[in-house]
């Protein structure tokens, strides 16, 4: 039996443990500056043997926080961090850095079985517009046989800004190889140069841009899997991947092509991440991503989708 444990810190974070093991730190509050679009993240995340496997604020991109939803481009708005990409000019400096607010949990539960909490956000524009509304529900579980945990992220937002937006990335703006944007892990210096997975190969950033169910990334500190779920927009995903630049993966649905959300409408995107022990090879990757879609789900009613 794994016990699960969910400390509230006044600082604006929660740490998640299991068996007395932490997990992760979710920082609700994030206290930097509004250029790099502050925004809730996670950081650190752990393998259940201790080794880190995030990054947050590296020299290199300060607005890279571990792993966390970021939306490049969002119509006008960049709620990534730092500069805009604007095709025909590249990257510029805009005055349009929005912030993405804690309003407050809405569940908070910590079981035998796992770790579930649910929240609900504010994103506003650089001018303190409202843009959308999101219910977010982060859940945990523990497959001990594997060496891993699994943390599901569950996203309904709403567009509030009264006019429809469009969920794009740098590559949508004519910059090749650049599609990232949803929920992106960054990974740490000491996991540079690591083994790219995918249902049917491994390799390195060359897998860039290839669609799938799932890609993972595997270095001697552990192997972080993403999952992308089946009724997600433009399921299967595009995945972005670095290996040498910097390390980092995300699901990659905004691509080739913005996704339009009318005002009003509402979007939801759910996203498993496993983190295990150490490396992993093809056969023992397929079996995380195997495990983590078995996993039971915890299912959204359309009472609780209508309070994001």
Not at 169 to 189: D, I, K, N, Q, V
Request: charged residues 20%; glycine residues 12%.
């Amino acid at each position: 039996m794994t016990i699960f444990t969910a400390e509230d810190h006044a600082s604006g974070s929660v740490v998640v443990s299991a068996h007395g093991v932490e997990l992760f730190t979710y920082v609700y509050r994030s206290p930097v500056d509004q250029l790099e679009s502050p925004r809730p993240y996670l950081h650190p995340l752990k393998t259940l043997a201790g080794e880190t496997v995030t990054q947050s604020r590296p020299d290199d991109h300060v607005w890279h926080t571990g792993l966390s939803w970021s939306l490049p481009n969002a119509g006008a708005h960049n709620f990534w961090g730092g500069p805009t990409f604007i095709r025909d000019r590249g990257y510029v400096q805009l005055p349009n850095n929005g912030r993405v607010d804690h309003r407050g949990f809405t569940a908070f539960d910590a079981t035998d079985a796992g770790v579930e909490l649910e929240e609900q956000l504010q994103w506003m524009s650089a001018a303190g517009d409202p843009v959308f509304t999101e219910r977010r529900r982060l859940s945990a579980t523990v497959a001990a046989d594997l060496g891993s945990w699994t943390l599901v992220f569950d996203s309904v937002m709403r567009n509030v800004s009264g006019g429809a937006i469009d969920l794009g990335s740098p590559a949508t703006e004519g910059r090749a190889s650049a599609g990232y944007g949803g929920l992106f892990w960054r990974g740490p210096t000491s996991m540079g140069h690591g083994t790219v997975l995918s249902a049917d190969t491994t390799g390195g950033e060359e897998l860039m841009g290839s669609s799938g169910d799932w890609m993972g990334y595997s270095a001697e500190a552990g192997t972080v899997l993403m999952i992308d779920h089946g009724e997600n927009p433009r399921h299967p995903t595009p995945w972005f991947v670095r290996t040498e630049e910097y390390v980092g993966l995300c699901p990659a649905p905004f691509a080739t092509d913005a996704l339009v959300v009318a005002a009003g409408e509402k979007v939801r995107f759910r996203y498993s991440v496993v983190v295990a022990n150490g490396p992993s090879d093809l056969p023992r990757a397929t079996a995380l991503a195997v495990g983590a879609s078995a996993a039971p789900s915890t299912p959204t009613t359309r009472a609780e989708q209508e309070r994001s």
